[in-house]
């Protein structure tokens, strides 16, 4: 399965902005959900995010994660 993480801030809208995007293939979605978390705790970013979501090369949404607060 091929798809595409995007890191995720939200600045106030109604939306997220999407700070970092990244492709990924991966047989199973919890190995997806562990690498991006691994990116996400060890990769320094300009601003921490807010979340992130796993999106299917066709545009679905498969899993989204917030910590807002």
């Given at each position: 399965?091929?798809?595409r993480?995007?890191i995720?801030?939200w600045?106030?809208g109604?939306?997220?902005?999407v700070v970092h995007?990244l492709?990924?293939?991966?047989?199973?979605?919890?190995?997806?959900?562990?690498?991006?978390?691994?990116?996400?705790?060890?990769?320094?970013?300009a601003e921490?995010?807010h979340?992130y979501?796993?999106?299917?090369?066709?545009?679905?949404?498969?899993?989204?994660?917030?910590?807002l607060?």
């Amino acid at each position: 399965m091929k798809v595409r993480v995007e890191i995720l801030r939200w600045d106030g809208g109604e939306q997220p902005t999407v700070v970092h995007t990244l492709s990924h293939e991966s047989h199973s979605l919890p190995a997806v959900k562990a690498t991006v978390e691994s990116v996400i705790e060890t990769v320094p970013l300009a601003e921490p995010p807010h979340g992130y979501r796993i999106i299917t090369e066709g545009g679905t949404e498969l899993y989204g994660w917030t910590r807002l607060g």
